[in-house]
Every structure is written in structure tokens, then in C-alpha cells.
């Protein structure tokens, strides 16, 4: 596992002979309100989890993923749907199936440096107008925060190593770079004009 945290041998999707233990919801949802639908998968989508296909998600097992996904089957069988929740191990396709979870980890990993650079327009199109105020500077800082948090949520799915991740990481570091700089001329247009 090439993840930078550390998790106990035990919370971990990847057992000692190189598989992965995976859990896997099976459901079935009333077809009306189409509403229902669209929040159990936004909710499978934030949790990491891959679909398999049609109604049938998986993601590594951790306690954490667990939890959820046994919230999440609770769930549809409120709102009147029928769910199963299994942990298995991938007899066949394994190599597919980590393919799977690290490919929409990767996805992910390129949407963040995707708005990394827009990022960096943002602050480029600032200093080109030389707009240098403390609004810009603490919409651009907000910014970075939502950069910061969802590369965190992200690289907290990224489980099975996912090569993305380094990416991701230095294009935020980028952006905080980049701010740091803005940040100083702003600081220094202020006292500029006192």
C-alpha cells in the first residue's frame, strides 16, 4: 500500500497475500422520486466507492467504509428499497477491480489540479488588473481552503495507491506558493497607502 498514512494490519483493504478485501452493496430503489436515486449515488460517489455495474458498488473494506455503507443500506430500506451489503474478496479481476477504485481516485486527483489552474488564472487575472485588496486576497484564500479539504477528502478514499495523488498535492502546494506571493503584494499595496 502506497498510502502515506499508517492503518492497522487489521483496518486495512489489503491482506498479506496482496488482495484486497472489498465490501459490496447490492440495491434496488423505487424508481419514483427519481430524487431518491440521485442521492444514494451521490452518497456512494463521496464514500469512493466504484460501480460494478448497475446498482452494485464496492469499495476496499475499512471499518469506516463499514459504517457507512451499513448506514447507507439502512437507507434504502427506509425508503422502501431493498439493499445487501456483503464483504467479499475478488476471486477473479482483482487487478480490474483495484484498476477500477484507482482510476475514479484518479479522476478525482486530475479534477483537483484541473481547478489548481484555474486557481492560478484567477491570481494571474488579479495581479494583471493589479487588484491588490484584502476581499481578493480572502476569496482566493477561501478557495485554497476548499482546494486543501477536498485533496484531504480525496487522498483519505486513495486506500490502494492511486498514482495521481503526488500530482494533486504538488499542484495545491503550487497554488499556496503562488497565493503566498499575491498575499505579500497585497500586504504591501496596503502600507503603500498608509
Known amino acids: 500500500m502506497r498510502s502515506g498514512r499508517r492503518q492497522d494490519a487489521a483496518d486495512s483493504p489489503v491482506r498479506e497475500d496482496g488482495g484486497a478485501q472489498w465490501l459490496v452493496l447490492v440495491y434496488k ?13 451521490r452518497k456512494i460517489k463521496n464514500l469512493g466507492a466504484v460501480y ?6 464496492a469499495l476496499p473494506y475499512s471499518p469506516a467504509s463499514e459504517r457507512a455503507l451499513r448506514l447507507l443500506r439502512n437507507e434504502i430500506t ?4 431493498t439493499a445487501f451489503l456483503m464483504r467479499s474478496d475478488v476471486l477473479s479481476g482483482h487487478a480490474e477491480a483495484v484498476d477500477a477504485f484507482n482510476a475514479a481516485r484518479d479522476a478525482e486527483y486530475e479534477e483537483i489540479v484541473d481547478k489548481c489552474q484555474d486557481f492560478l488564472k484567477e491570481i494571474e487575472k488579479e495581479e494583471h488588473a493589479e487588484h491588490f485588496t484584502f476581499a481578493e486576497l480572502e476569496e482566493n484564500d477561501e478557495d485554497l481552503t476548499k482546494l486543501r479539504t477536498w485533496l484531504g477528502k480525496v487522498e483519505a478514499r486513495d486506500v490502494l495507491g492511486a498514482s495521481g495523488r ?3 498535492k504538488e499542484a495545491v502546494q503550487g497554488c499556496e506558493q503562488i497565493l503566498e506571493g499575491y498575499a505579500a503584494r497585497v500586504y504591501a499595496e496596503e502600507e503603500g497607502a498608509h
Open 166 to 168: 503526488a500530482a494533486a
Open 52 to 57: 460494478l455495474q448497475n446498482a452494485v458498488a
Open 78 to 81: 427506509e425508503m422502501g428499497g
Open 29 to 41: 430503489i423505487p424508481a419514483e422520486p427519481t430524487r431518491l436515486r440521485a442521492g444514494v449515488w
